[in-house]
């Protein structure tokens, strides 16, 4: 249930990989007035959990992945890392942008074993492992392509394997299948969930697809249209794992949960549609 | 269009241009030729004269010349543009102090600036690689500022979540991301380094294919100043074909011009 998004941060509060308490983000724009674009979030991501955040286009979702990630600091509010807090860049965070974030310039193999060898681990040796990633993602031949020659759903995989190879204990992904074909992006959650059930690691996964959301994750994460989005509401999934995200949408749980949630969201989504339209 | 087909069609431009050409110098219309071959010569003379040059060799001291002044033009010029590039884009302040400078000076037709460098550094190759350095850095220089500031901000920051220290970043991001924006003004950089040399030496020096029309021109031998012009063109298509095979094996990582730039 609902059971409010403070309730859910004291229950997880103990050594969380991502803490964020009572968040608040905003920009000076070019006219100088204030835009606020998250307001006191406070959200608890614990060790080995997957927390999907859902909600209208435009309402600060992917800000709040940038404040965990530490690419950008909060205006008010305070960030832990497994109890830490952060002040810089997330060190112990993986990132699967939206956008292509390949370096376009390597092979998949060299992208993916970029993230080894500025650890400073020998190239000969980054390059094996990023063999074996590149076949983990099912692109095992590919290692030798350049970004532009491979598919979206191909772009993804080495994306995912160039943040996994780096074996980072939270894994922050910014609405990763979203231009993609919906069939590429069943058999991309299916990859994710099949890497992810090999170490677990806390995943925070943006998404505007409740489905995709449901699916993927043990909590989602409901936030209102923006300006000034908060949480407005937090789930538990209660579908056992392992799961198939075919199948896991044929389960009753499934529509019960989809229907309880989408009632909370849809009056958001149509306050969102509202603000991109007027403004 | 067959492949076959194409260059039959464009030998036969050249066939009835130069046809055209010998026909109007030629054979008189009303008592006399339409061009008068005295300014426009005609298709034999200057064949005759550009055999001559290569049978005798004289030719190739001068193209040598040319060669070695575009190399060194480019390779000093390009050098400059990347660094200052680099340095100008990690640096806005410093950008910033000098835009006007840059501006000014890139405004300045170079063409000016030719009679300074021979007074400064003689009739000899350097006053024509200066020249053609104020050509090829302006280009290469602009190419690498738009090129390192202009890295996509997602690529960026994956390299940043990635790991990568601020010297990794200049390595694996910032260095590929302004070559390739140098490779792809390489054509024209390449040219204005011929055509700084050949400027330079056409306004005083004592070797170089300019130096060759500039002599011809000086005696108003027109069939020179032709042969001249015909090698020069034919000099240049080399070395575009040079460059487009460099770039082909540089730029593997690029889609075709049809796709978007990465």
Known sequence: MADGATAAARRTAQAAAVALDRVSVAFRLANGSLYTAVERATLNVADGEFVAIVGPTGCGKSTLLNIAAGLMPPSAGRVD????????????????????????WKTALENVAIGLETAGTPSGEARERAQAWLTRVGLGSFGDRYPHMLSGGQRKRVGLAQVLIRDPKILLMDEPFGPLDAQTRQIMGNLLLDLWSADRKAVLFITHDLEEAIA????VVIMSAGPAARIIGDWRVKIARPRDISEVKLDAKFHELHREIWHTLKAEVIKGYEQTEGG | ?????????????????????????????????????????NPVEVAQQIVAWFVSGVIWKHLWVTLIEAVLAFVIGSTGG???????????????????????????????????????????????????VTLVFFIVFFNVYQGVKEVSPTVLANARMLGMSERQLMRHVYWPSALSWMFSSLHTSVGFAVVGAVVGEYLGSAAGL????????????????????????????????????????????RPLASDNRP
């Open chain 2, 82 to 132: 990347v660094l200052v590039g680099f340095w100008f884009a990690r640096q806005p302040r410093t950008a910033a102090v000098f835009d006007p400078y840059v501006k000014m000076v890139n405004a300045l037709p170079r063409v000016v600036l030719a009679p300074i460098f021979t007074l400064w550094l003689g009739l000899g190759i350097w006053s024509k690689v200066a020249l053609g």
């Open chain 2, 1 to 41: 269009m067959p492949r076959a087909q194409l260059i039959v069609l464009q030998a036969l431009v050249a066939v009835v241009s130069i046809a055209l050409w010998y026909a109007l110098t030629t054979f008189p219309v009303f008592g006399r030729p339409l061009l008068p071959p005295f300014f426009f010569s």
């Open chain 2, 210 to 253: 300019g130096y060759l029309i500039q002599q011809a021109e000086g005696v108003f031998d027109v069939a020179g100043v032709f042969a001249g012009m015909f090698v020069l063109a034919a000099f240049v298509i080399a070395i575009d074909t040079i460059v487009t095979m460099v770039e082909k094996r540089l730029l593997v990582w």
């Open chain 1, 216 to 219: 993927l994750s043990d909590r």
């Open chain 1, 81 to 104: 890392i497994f109890g830490e807090p952060l002040n810089a860049l997330n060190r112990q965070a993986g990132y699967l942008f939206q956008a292509d974030a390949l370096f376009p």
